[in-house]
């Protein structure tokens, strides 16, 4: 007896493209999202992310490739399903509610069957948003954080078998935000509904993601589980897109490449190719200075270089604390937890964790 198939993916774009104007928006773009799975489209403005939402909701028609829900083409060569044969739901930032019908018929609209079942799903998802009671409200009478509930209820209401949410929570007060992705998140999870979300906030992404598509210039250039993805950058843009970053320039010879931090391994990278070395601020070491030396070299933290504070300041829960290095005048930035504000000019020495450093070809 041969083994069961696995199951089709919820959502999957295979080789999807996307031409405007003779230019390229998305380039090969290739995913897959299973039910009750986030996946964050991530990258800066202008990316080819929002255009990759509007070609799965059927809004545009992409140049090639094929778009697939639970292994039915909805987008294809030959094929292309109106938005609303999808089954797919929207929530974008503005939340765009209807001001003149009230809350449940908000949630109603769109909802076909008796006016006994459609009230019951209604009174339904207006509990598990927690706005049980606001059903006669006007959407004016709202706080943000309740119209965005509100519009949740609304895209849940049909069932809808994919999610699309594009910068659905940049609109509201910090305090309010994380609470509400949260229970946004458990109850598309609860629903089984695959969820792409659109955000350029490398925060938001890694709270929310069961995958990240890291996205550049139309294409995909990396995709992995948020920590894969922040430990493991594929170039130095993508270490750079999820936190401040330090470089040092190298120059290998002989697999290795030679720094004031001690010697580097470049595995596979050919004699005189230059590389920069990559680390983050939070993996730099600090230690004091003893008439001019430094603490011993290790094999976790490498040789110690010598640093000059240019300034400190404290940033809440760590301080930031800028050097000017001996070795070639550079700056190297450290984050050290709690409160550390050592004096402009005062000598200190610096060691970086081996583990956490990255060494790319210096494509620039």
Same mark, same amino acid.
């Given at each position: 007896?041969?083994?069961?198939?696995?199951?089709?993916?919820?959502?999957?774009?295979?080789?999807?493209?996307?031409?405007?104007?003779?230019?390229?928006?998305?380039? @090969?773009?290739?995913?897959?999202?299973?039910?009750?799975?986030?996946?964050?489209?991530?990258?800066?403005?202008?990316?080819?992310?929002?255009?990759?939402?509007?070609?799965?909701?059927?809004?545009?028609?992409?140049?090639?490739?094929? =778009?697939?829900?639970d292994?039915?083409?909805?987008?294809?060569?030959?094929? &292309?399903?109106?938005?609303?044969?999808?089954?797919?739901?929207?929530?974008?930032?503005?939340?765009?509610?209807?001001? &003149?019908?009230s809350?449940?018929?908000n949630?109603?609209?769109?909802?076909?069957?008796?006016?006994?079942?459609?009230?019951?799903?209604?009174?339904?998802?207006?509990?598990?948003?927690d706005?049980?009671?606001?059903?006669?409200?006007?959407?004016?009478?709202?706080?943000?954080?309740?119209?965005?509930?509100?519009?949740?209820?609304?895209? $849940?209401?049909? !069932?809808p078998?994919?999610?699309?949410?594009?910068?659905?929570?940049?609109?509201?007060?910090?305090?309010?935000?994380?609470?509400?992705?949260?229970?946004?998140?458990?109850? $598309?999870?609860?629903?089984?509904?695959?969820?792409?979300?659109?955000?350029?906030?490398?925060?938001?992404a890694?709270?929310?993601? @069961?995958?990240?598509?890291?996205?550049?210039?139309?294409?995909?250039?990396?995709?992995?589980?948020?920590?894969?993805?922040?430990?493991?950058p594929?170039?130095?843009?993508?270490?750079?897109?999820?936190?401040?970053?330090n470089? =040092?320039?190298?120059?290998? &010879?002989?697999?290795?490449?030679?720094?004031?931090?001690?010697?580097?391994?470049?595995?596979?990278v050919?004699?005189?190719?230059?590389?920069?070395?990559?680390?983050?601020?939070? &993996?730099?070491?600090?230690?004091?200075?003893?008439?001019? !030396?430094?603490?011993?070299?290790?094999?976790?933290?490498?040789?110690?270089?010598?640093?000059?504070?240019?300034?400190?300041?404290?940033?809440?829960?760590?301080?930031?604390v800028?050097?000017q290095m001996?070795?070639?005048?550079?700056?190297?930035?450290?984050?050290?937890p709690?409160?550390?504000?050592?004096?402009?000019?005062?000598p200190?020495?610096?060691?970086?964790?081996?583990?956490?450093?990255?060494?790319?070809?210096?494509?620039?």
């Amino acid at each position: 007896m041969s083994p069961a198939s696995p199951p089709a993916a919820r959502l999957s774009l295979e080789n999807v493209s996307c031409r405007f104007d003779g230019r390229d928006v998305v380039r @090969d773009v290739s995913l897959s999202v299973g039910a009750g799975e986030v996946l964050c489209l991530l990258g800066p403005s202008g990316c080819g992310k929002s255009t990759t939402l509007r070609l799965i909701a059927g809004i545009e028609r992409q140049s090639a490739g094929i =778009i697939r829900a639970d292994g039915e083409v909805l987008s294809g060569d030959e094929v &292309h399903m109106p938005p609303e044969a999808r089954g797919v739901g929207l929530i974008f930032q503005d939340f765009a509610l209807f001001p &003149h019908l009230s809350v449940a018929q908000n949630v109603a609209f769109g909802l076909h069957g008796t006016k006994t079942n459609v009230s019951a799903r209604v009174t339904e998802l207006l509990e598990r948003v927690d706005l049980a009671g606001y059903g006669d409200s006007l959407p004016h009478m709202l706080s943000g954080g309740e119209q965005q509930r509100v519009a949740l209820a609304r895209a $849940l209401a049909p !069932r809808p078998r994919i999610m699309l949410m594009d910068e659905p929570f940049s609109g509201l007060d910090n305090r309010l935000r994380d609470g509400i992705r949260d229970d946004t998140l458990a109850l $598309l999870k609860e629903e089984g509904t695959a969820v792409v979300l659109v955000t350029h906030e490398p925060e938001e992404a890694m709270r929310m993601a @069961d995958q990240i598509a890291l996205m550049r210039d139309g294409k995909v250039v990396q995709t992995g589980a948020p920590y894969n993805i922040y430990h493991t950058p594929v170039d130095r843009d993508a270490a750079a897109f999820f936190s401040d970053i330090n470089v =040092i320039k190298g120059e290998v &010879h002989g697999a290795l490449t030679d720094t004031a931090f001690g010697q580097f391994l470049a595995p596979g990278v050919p004699n005189g190719t230059p590389v920069d070395i990559v680390f983050r601020p939070q &993996h730099v070491k600090i230690d004091f200075d003893r008439g001019g !030396r430094g603490p011993n070299p290790t094999s976790q933290d490498g040789t110690p270089a010598r640093g000059i504070v240019k300034r400190a300041r404290f940033m809440g829960h760590e301080s930031l604390v800028e050097f000017q290095m001996d070795f070639d005048g550079g700056i190297v930035k450290a984050t050290v937890p709690a409160v550390f504000l050592p004096k402009p000019g005062t000598p200190l020495w610096l060691t970086i964790r081996r583990d956490r450093c990255f060494v790319f070809m210096d494509r620039r």
